[in-house]
């Protein structure tokens, strides 16, 4: 066995099934390739998709009070190959995936983890558009941090990493990864490419995601060296948001002056965001929409890294 593809799952099976099949169309010996999903849905067992597999395919259950790494970790221990693909139950891999990861590990020594570059439809709504672009902020060079939905590795490096952080509910690709870069490179590609079929495509849904997502921002700094670049993304969001709310304090004790001074100071952040994330879609994507991302994305943010201090949110899917 060559490739173990290992897939954490909760839920939709209409996307696993999507992603299953993109498997299935990879440009590569079919027989090469076991496919691991570890699902937390035990209805999984009786769905469709698990009939005539073109690959080896095994489906494990686990209980519900895992998380996300302690379901990628557990496929860790059933793959027999020898490299490791693990991806969300929610992207479709584009034909030469399986082969240029492991073409793009080959043609540097010193790299660890390769992984593609994510793409959406032309006319996909802005929402998606403005994911994709974050996404590709840097593009075929090493990078200091790669997403979850799709690493590939070798099962030696796998090992060597020590797994992901089965502590954390989120942030644990951050945390996996930086753990990686400190052993060796992450390159992110454009030779090979994914589509996030679960990508964020309304405000409300992001809204609600952003706060689950945020909840183990404080958590992921334990344990590790956080660069200067990664500051931001923690102060930046409760920061915002407290001084958006002390200008509203200080307008209603009639401190207009201060009032103001405060609310530019919240808005600032928001704008310095939002021109740069205009210059790397390339001016493609209107700027209202990308205000009206980050307005909806740092306030999101901030309740989900105050709320996970003192609970855990769940989520429905993977």
Known sequence: MQVSFIIPHKGRFEMLTQTLESISKQACDLHDIEVIVVSQTPQIQQHTLLQSPKFSLTVCIRPESDTISALRNYGATQAQGQYMAFLD??????SNWNQQMITELAADPDRIISSAMQI???NAPPLEQIRTSLSNAEIDTDVAFLPGRNLFLRKTSFDKIGGFPEHLITCEDYFFTDKAAKLGKLFYTSAATYIH????KAYKAMFDKEIWRGQSNLQSILGRNIPLREWP?????????????LAILLLVFGQSSLALMAFLVAVLPVFVYSLRLFSLANQKINFIHI???YVCYFPARAIGTVVGLFKSIGVKTH
């Open 89 to 94: 139950a929610d992207v479709w891999l584009s």
């Open 120 to 122: 959406c439809d032309d």
């Open 197 to 200: 079929l679960g990508e964020d």
């Open 233 to 245: 993304s923690f102060i930046a969001p409760p920061a915002i948001v407290f001084m958006f709310s």
């Open 291 to 293: 205000l009206k991302f």
